[in-house]
């Protein structure tokens, strides 16, 4: 009972660590300096999305002490919610802030490989929530496999585009993080005792 106790303390710290260092760095970033409001909201949105990769997994592997498979789907649900919100904050921030840069990004011809990785990231992200609405409309086992394929897609592509830019994350915390979103991933795809929600 204590080490169980023990573990789930560990689990959290780990957790809560991951996500609030890179946060924190980047909220006290020097490129923030002299920038628009709107700049500054629309890159954080953009490391909430990825703090978000790292709890999804967890969420669906049933990694996190103390959520029970109902509390975790629940979860794993208002989540993805948020991370597509994240998306939207985060490219309609540049936007605002650079139109010709979003647009030629959207449009597939920017010259900077990171906004393909990112594009191919949001839209993916789109399609996986669009399923999830869907999900009634697909035999379980079928839903299952592409959204995971979806998440993948999304894991990867924003992770090779936080990678390329030099922001506001500082390199390691970013790193770490990347990485751990990775681990998260791979857990989530190896593990045999995913929750099982209702289709």
Known sequence: MQGARIKSVLIWCGVSAALLVPIGVALNSPLLQWRQPIYIIAGLAGVAGLCLLLIQPLLAAG?????????????????????VIAVIVHVAGLWITSPPDVVDALLLRSPTLFSLWGVIAMWAAFLAAALAVLR???????????????????????????????????????????????GASIKLVFTRHRWRGKP
């Open 136 to 182: 009634h409309r697909f035999h379980p086992g079928t839903w299952r496999k592409i959204h995971m394929g979806l998440a993948i897609v999304i894991v990867l592509g924003t992770i090779v585009h936080a990678l390329l830019i030099d922001g506001t994350m500082g390199t390691l915390s970013k790193v770490f993080l990347c990485a751990t979103v990775i």
């Open 63 to 83: 990694a996190l002490p103390g959520l029970g498979p109902k509390r975790a789907q629940h979860s794993h649900r208002w989540l993805g919610a948020a991370l």
